[in-house]
Nanobody, 118 residues
Framework: VQLQASGGGLVQAGGSLRLSCAAS????????MGWYRQAPGKEREVVAT???????YYPDSVKGRFTIFRDNAKNTVYLQMNSLKLEDTAVYYC?????????????WGQGTQVTVSS
């Protein structure tokens, strides 16, 4: 599986961005997809995940502001980010997991920079 993330950029605090992650392969609908982020000097952290069946997970830091959703017909997963905060600044990565093969995310995209300014 190859992943191509896009949609990052510079946005003011309180604004919105939508990230996209296009995946290769014919079994995308089976994959659990996720978005992670890594800020300078910090560890990578999960932002959102969505199962093949549509179940979602968000940490408290983004719950109510971020929404992950997928379009299986387009092999694409999205991350809608609203009410962005300065602390959301990071490189965002999409990831894919085949639940039939492993429990962790085995495939990673190249990352897209999100910068939130005051």
């Amino acid at each position: 599986v190859q992943l191509q993330a896009s949609g990052g950029g510079l946005v003011q605090a309180g604004g919105s961005l939508r990230l996209s992650c296009a995946a290769s392969g014919r079994t995308f609908s089976l994959y659990r997809m996720g978005w992670y982020r890594q800020a300078p000097g910090k560890e990578r952290e999960v932002v959102a995940t969505i199962s093949g069946g549509g179940a979602t997970y968000y940490p408290d830091s983004v719950k109510g502001r971020f929404t992950i959703f997928r379009d299986n017909a387009k092999n694409t997963v999205y991350l809608q980010m609203n009410s962005l905060k300065l602390e959301d600044t990071a490189v965002y990565y999409c990831a894919a997991n085949n639940p039939l093969m492993s429990k962790g995310f085995d495939y990673w995209g190249q990352g897209t920079q999100v910068t939130v300014s005051s």
